[in-house]
């Protein structure tokens, strides 16, 4: 019995020892590339996996994410020979495990090394302005170049982008100064478009004021014309109205000699040094025998 137990014993540590340590979970996004007496044999992907004790080895763990790498800012010179300083972001990832731990030694290294050099011979094509403004095009071109490179190393180069460009003191302060002029260029050209509007919509008010004083002009000399022309009418109008009482009256010779006699003395009462003599004189007489005639006819 006790051999037994002593048996069992034994057996139960030589699982915990050999068997248990050899047992692995591999997680997502994770991937183990294993060997066997010191060559490839597989790779596991995400699971449970149990290798042989002593025979089989994991000889990397690979993560399958996207994986960024901010590198050092490398010294560039451009086509016009000015120096400067650029820091490049890459952004790549793990396609093949295998060919990532057996294509080169210290891939990220590599990657590194690779980004500067295309770096420099891509900048070197380059004039400064071109430089500064063209940062989509190399871009695009190191993102071309290293991934083409990088196929053989299981890699993928998603993304680079250049994270700083960093000219020389002298040409940052020259640079400062132009766009301080520039700016001030178009304030000048903003505060001239500003004053020419405002002078043409001064203009336009003054026109519009002149026109309206004119119309205004207009519109009142037509009313004074206007009442003087009812004016007139009215009084031609009274005097056809009289005109027409006197003819329906059947007014005699007399009435008429007296409103002539009644216009006479309006005349006379007036400052006119002038006397009109009536030329056939016993015609005044009559006419004054007649006035009398007609008050005391009338008391």
Same mark, same amino acid.
């Given at each position: 019995?006790?051999?037994?137990?002593?048996?069992?014993?034994?057996?139960?540590?030589?699982?915990?020892?050999?068997?248990?340590?050899?047992?692995?979970?591999?997680?997502?996004?994770?991937?183990?590339?294993?060997?066997?007496?010191?060559?490839?044999?597989?790779?596991?992907?995400?699971?449970?996996?149990?290798?042989?004790?002593?025979?089989?080895?994991?000889?990397?763990?690979?993560?399958?994410?996207?994986?960024?790498?901010?590198?050092?800012?490398?010294?560039?010179?451009?086509?016009?020979?000015?120096?400067?300083?650029?820091?490049?972001?890459?952004?790549?990832?793990?396609?093949?495990?295998?060919?990532?731990?057996?294509?080169?030694?210290?891939?990220?290294?590599?990657?590194?090394?690779?980004?500067?050099?295309?770096?420099?011979?891509?900048?070197?094509?380059?004039?400064?302005?071109?430089?500064?403004?063209?940062?989509? !095009?190399?871009?695009?071109?190191?993102?071309?170049? !290293?991934?083409?490179?990088?196929?053989?190393?299981?890699?993928?180069?998603?993304?680079?982008?250049?994270?700083?460009?960093?000219?020389?003191?002298?040409?940052?302060?020259?640079?400062?100064?132009?766009?301080?002029?520039?700016?001030?260029?178009?304030?000048?050209?903003?505060?001239?478009?500003?004053?020419?509007?405002?002078?043409?919509?001064?203009?336009?008010?003054?026109?519009?004021?002149?026109?309206?004083?004119?119309?205004?002009?207009?519109?009142? *000399?037509?009313?004074?014309?206007?009442?003087?022309?009812?004016?007139?009418?009215?009084?031609?109008?009274?005097?056809?109205?009289?005109?027409? !009482?006197?003819?329906?009256?059947?007014?005699?010779?007399?009435?008429?000699?007296?409103?002539?006699?009644?216009?006479?003395?309006?005349?006379?009462?007036?400052?006119?040094?002038?006397?009109?003599?009536?030329?056939?004189?016993?015609?005044?007489?009559?006419?004054?025998?007649?006035?009398?005639?007609?008050?005391?006819?009338? *008391?």
């Amino acid at each position: 019995m006790d051999s037994f137990m002593f048996i069992i014993i034994i057996i139960a540590i030589i699982v915990v020892v050999l068997i248990l340590p050899n047992i692995r979970v591999v997680p997502q996004a994770k991937s183990y590339v294993i060997e066997r007496l010191g060559s490839y044999f597989t790779t596991w992907g995400n699971g449970l996996h149990v290798k042989i004790p002593f025979i089989d080895r994991v000889s990397n763990q690979v993560t399958l994410k996207e994986i960024v790498k901010d590198f050092a800012p490398q010294p560039v010179i451009t086509k016009d020979n000015v120096t400067m300083q650029i820091d490049t972001v890459v952004y790549f990832q793990i396609t093949d495990p295998k060919l990532y731990t057996y294509g080169v030694e210290n891939p990220i290294n590599a990657i590194e090394n690779l980004t500067a050099t295309t770096l420099r011979n891509i900048i070197g094509e380059l004039e400064l302005d071109q430089t500064l403004t063209s940062r989509d !095009l190399i871009n695009s071109k190191m993102r071309s170049i !290293l991934d083409e490179a990088t196929d053989a190393w299981g890699i993928k180069i998603n993304r680079v982008e250049l994270k700083n460009i960093l000219p020389p003191r002298e040409i940052q302060e020259a640079m400062e100064k132009q766009m301080r002029a520039e700016r001030e260029r178009r304030e000048q050209i903003l505060k001239a478009e500003g004053e020419k509007r405002s002078s043409i919509l001064i203009a336009e008010g003054e026109k519009e004021s002149a026109i309206l004083r004119a119309e205004a002009d207009k519109q009142a *000399k037509i009313k004074a014309a206007e009442g003087e022309a009812e004016s007139l009418l009215k009084v031609k109008t009274a005097e056809a109205e009289g005109i027409r !009482l006197i003819k329906e009256a059947k007014a005699d010779e007399n009435v008429i000699a007296l409103k002539s006699l009644e216009t006479l003395s309006n005349m006379a009462n007036g400052q006119s040094t002038k006397i009109i003599v009536p030329s056939d004189l016993q015609n005044v007489a009559t006419l004054g025998t007649t006035i009398k005639e007609m008050l005391k006819n009338d *008391k």
